[in-house]
């Protein structure tokens, strides 16, 4: 059975950094894009950041040169370093795979919230 298992939200002020994992079932993390959405109450969910299984990486506007994702092969698992926080990048991030519409990804995590006090 395929999982996605985030880890790393919180609580972080204005400016700092987190970093959010996503532990994947071995069997698709080779082969699938991986990447992040994140979601605030009351709005749709949005995408933050994806890379590809040759390691080509896509980012929102709102992130680009704040956060930066990555993968490890041997643990299988994506990161997503974020850097410079703003309180507008509060939400609940979810990691996702898409094996070949990124669009609709066809695995979702449970989601981890994560806080950016002002």
């Known amino acids: 059975q395929v999982q996605l298992v985030e880890s790393g939200g919180g609580l972080v002020q204005a400016g700092g950094p987190l970093r959010l994992s996503c532990a994947a079932s071995?069997?698709?993390?080779?082969?699938?894009?991986m990447g992040w959405f994140r979601q605030v109450p009351g709005k749709e969910r949005e995408f933050v950041a994806r890379i590809t299984w040759s390691g080509s990486t896509y980012y929102a506007d709102s992130v680009k040169g704040r956060f930066t994702i990555s993968r490890d092969g041997a643990k299988n698992t994506v990161y997503l370093q974020m850097n410079g926080l703003k309180p507008e990048d509060t939400a609940v991030y979810y990691c996702?795979?898409?094996?070949?519409?990124?669009?609709?990804?066809?695995?979702w995590g449970q989601g981890t919230q994560v806080t950016v006090s002002s």
């Open positions: 071995g069997r698709i993390f080779s082969t699938y894009t």
């Open positions: 996702a795979a898409a094996k070949t519409n990124w669009v609709r990804p066809d695995y």
